[in-house]
């Protein structure tokens, strides 16, 4: 089983910063693969960044690409998302999420969520 809790959302101007925080428990390999996706009101979820934590390899949605940050703390088994330069679009429920994979490749098999952290931008 895995346990995934966020933190660090809030309301923040636009141009500004915000650091979100995925604090992880549960099997390693569950959770190999780590993401963050965001989901607005009326709008499909959509993947925002993902990492490997076998190497730490990333990927990001164009939308994020240049502003946003994937990175993660394996001794605190926490994952964080730097968001830099926010847009009003960028105003979301952001969620974590965990796959057990043996590689990252794309936004598939996501079985384990957090329950998420508001992010507005105005």
């Known amino acids: 089983h895995v346990q995934l809790v966020e933190s660090g959302g809030g309301s923040v101007q636009v141009g500004g910063s915000l650091r979100l925080s995925c604090a992880a428990s549960?099997?390693?390999?569950?959770?190999?693969?780590m993401a963050w996706f965001r989901q607005a009101p009326g709008k499909e979820r959509e993947g925002v960044a993902r990492?490997?934590?076998?190497?730490?390899?990333?990927h990001y949605a164009d939308s994020v690409k240049g502003r946003f940050t994937i990175s993660r703390d394996i001794a605190k088994d926490t994952v964080f998302l730097q968001m830099n330069s926010l847009k009003p679009e960028d105003g979301s429920m952001y969620y974590c999420?965990?796959?057990?994979?043996?590689?990252?490749?794309?936004?598939?098999?996501?079985?384990?969520w957090g329950r998420g952290t508001q992010v507005t931008v105005s």
């Open positions: 999420a965990a796959a057990p994979r043996v590689s990252c490749p794309d936004w598939a098999f996501f079985n384990y």
């Open positions: 549960g099997y390693t390999y569950n959770r190999n693969c």
């Open positions: 990492i490997w934590n076998d190497d730490g390899s990333t």
